[in-house]
């Protein structure tokens, strides 16, 4: 299984970003997947987690502004961020969780410029 991460990039405050992930190898449509990211001196938090079934779970600070979807289809997940703040600033991971395993993407940069 191998996550690819996309969408990162440089944004103002108050702007929006869309983040892509593409998994492949055999995966799972009911296996979990999610987004988590890391800033600079702080630990990996969970950002939001998506089900097979589509059911959806968010950290406090990005709910009502994020929106995670997932297409079982073509196996990718994506992270719809809105009103975005300097404190969204870190680095950006997918996640799939599977057969009692943990999979990760490469990381993808997001800087929110005040």
């Known amino acids: 299984v191998q996550l690819q991460a996309s969408g990162g990039g440089l944004v103002q405050a108050g702007g929006s970003r869309r983040l892509s992930c593409a998994a492949s190898?055999?995966?799972?449509?009911?296996?979990?997947m999610g987004w988590y990211r890391q800033a600079p001196g702080k630990q990996r938090e969970l950002v939001a987690t998506?089900?097979?079934?589509?059911?959806?779970n968010y950290a406090d600070s990005v709910k009502g502004r994020f929106i995670i979807s997932r297409d079982n289809i073509k196996n990718t997940v994506s992270l719809q961020m809105n009103t975005l703040k300097p404190d969204d600033t870190a680095v950006y991971y997918c996640?799939?969780?599977?057969?009692?395993?943990?999979?990760w993407g490469q990381g993808t940069q997001v800087t929110v410029s005040s």
């Open positions: 996640n799939l969780w599977q057969a009692g395993k943990d999979y």
């Open positions: 190898g055999r995966i799972s449509n009911v296996a979990p």
């Open positions: 998506i089900a097979g079934t589509g059911r959806s």
